[in-house]
Every structure is written in C-alpha cells, then in structure tokens.
C-alpha cells in the first residue's frame, strides 16, 4: 500500500495550522498529518494521551508518533518539507525554526525504530546544514535532499542482503542504515544534489552520491560505507516505506516545486511568521 499526499484546502489547512508567532498558543506547531494508513497512534498538544492519529490532525513539537504494523503516516511540515514512516516505526519532531520571510528553516527529528523517509523543502536548501535526523546512534546532518533510512531490525534486514559489508555484531535495538535517495542527475524544478553527514562515535563520514548508503551496526563499531546499496536492497526499504519506483521518481523531481495549495496558504495566513524552538 502507497502513501499519497493529502492535498488540503487552504482554508482548512488555516483552521488546522493558524498563524503562527513567537511565544504565541500555538508556537510549537510545526505541520499537519497528510496521509495516514492503518494504525497510527500519536500524542499531540490538544491529546496529550497516546490516541489514534487522523488526517489533518496537528503535529507538534515534542509528539510522539508510532505507527504499527501494515501501517504508514505521512506528515507535512510547514516549511513544506515532508516526511513519511513505515511500519513499525517512531518518531517525534525535536526541532523546528521557520522563517517564511527569509524562505529558511531548520528540522530536527529522532528516529526510534522502523522506517522513514525525508524529502527536503526548498526553505530547508537555504539553511544547509542545520537540519538533522538522530537514530539511536547515529546523527544525520542533512543538506538538501531525500534521504531514507531504517533503524533497528528493519535496518538488520537490508543489511543482510548486502555484500561485502564485512564482520560486524548487530544491535537489534540501534544498528541504523541510511540511504542518500536523491535528487538524481535527472532532478527539475532547480533541484542540485544534496548530501548528508552521518557521525557515530564522533567520526562523520558524507555520502554525496545518490544510490549510496551508510551503516552502523551498533554503538562502538565504526560506519561501513559508504556503499552502493544494491537494487535488491533499494527496493526493500522503498516496499517497507510504501513507495513505488513511480513515486519516488517523482519525489525526486518535484523536490524544490511548490505546491500551490500550500502556497496559497502560507501566502494568505503564513508570511512574516516564525515558529522557534
């Protein structure tokens, strides 16, 4: 099962996500679910307990988000930028800074478990850098780009098709594999390849070639990589995501395009806003 972007009306995404100022009711905003399938179970502002998550629901700092088996979430951020988990998964937004009139933002995420995908927004190019997702044990500075990754079994299980990663001992719990998705070559819309910067036990390695991935099995043991993962693994961590060939072909080239519903909204109830961690 694919998941598939929500489009929501700008007057609904205005009742959803109101305007956002400093120190403000609803400061810790940061984005709205787009698309959700099967269970979902998150904790937000207005539910603190742990219940059901729903389309257009708000997300919020500090939430912790879970999704179970068979199931997958897509969220949209209010930056534009997008991120989706696969089964078994958590996640929670640690960090979020967004300034519509400079176009620039920030993004902090912390993988637990599972599966996610990261799909940078054209206000996120202008802050290169200064986003980042964490795993149990690894940092993943992200630069611009798509990137994937998978945390704990799931990640155990694409490595395990993989030749010539060489001995290592698994950690079931924490081993983290990360994928530089894209943009490719063949990217539109003014999209450049972007990188990531992945540090475990204080040695970062980059990875600036899509197609090529990273691994940590466990806390002590250095980063493999960074490698060309095979088609074969490729299409494992796509088919735990959810995502066809298709779709992520057009991921990748609509990576900087605008959505229009989006842009009406922030162009009628976002600019000259900030939210801050």
């Known amino acids: 099962m694919s998941l598939r972007l929500t489009l929501i009306s700008a007057a609904t995404m205005a009742a ?3 305007v956002l100022a400093p120190g403000g009711a609803h400061a810790q905003t940061v984005g709205a679910n787009a698309a959700v399938v099967n269970d979902v179970a998150m904790t937000t502002q207005a539910q ?4 059901r998550a ?8 500090g939430n912790n988000i879970d999704t179970g088996k068979a199931s997958r979430l897509q969220v949209l951020l209010l930056d534009r930028t997008v991120f989706a988990l696969g089964s078994n998964s958590r996640i929670k937004v640690d960090r979020f800074v967004y300034d519509p009139s400079r176009q620039a933002s920030a993004v902090g995420l912390s993988v637990a478990r599972g599966t996610f995908r990261f799909m940078s927004s054209r206000a996120l190019h202008a802050s290169p850098g200064q986003s980042s997702i964490s795993t149990p044990i690894a940092t ?8 994937e990754g998978a945390v704990g079994a799931d990640a155990l299980r694409i490595a395990a098709g993989e030749a010539g990663l060489g001995r290592y001992t698994a950690d079931p719990a924490a081993a983290s594999l ?18 990531i910067d992945v540090t475990v036990g204080g040695v970062t390695l980059s990875v600036e070639r ?16 960074p490698f060309l ?7 494992l961590l796509s088919d735990m995501l959810g995502l066809s060939p298709r779709e992520i072909a057009r991921d990748e080239r609509n990576l900087l395009r605008s959505n ?12 000259g806003q900030q939210t801050s961690p």
């Open 16 to 18: 959803l996500l109101p």
């Open 48 to 51: 603190p307990a742990r219940h």
């Open 54 to 61: 729903v389309v257009k629901e708000r997300v919020s700092l």
């Open 140 to 147: 993943i500075g992200v630069r611009g780009t798509i990137v």
């Open 178 to 195: 990360i994928l530089l998705r894209g943009p490719g070559p063949n990217a539109q819309g003014g999209a450049t390849p972007g990188a």
């Open 210 to 225: 899509p197609g090529y991935a990273l691994f940590a099995p466990g806390a002590g043991q250095p980063l493999i990589g």
């Open 229 to 235: 993962l095979s088609s074969a693994g490729s299409a």
């Open 260 to 271: 229009p519903v989006v842009d009406d909204y922030f162009e009628k109830y976002g600019r």
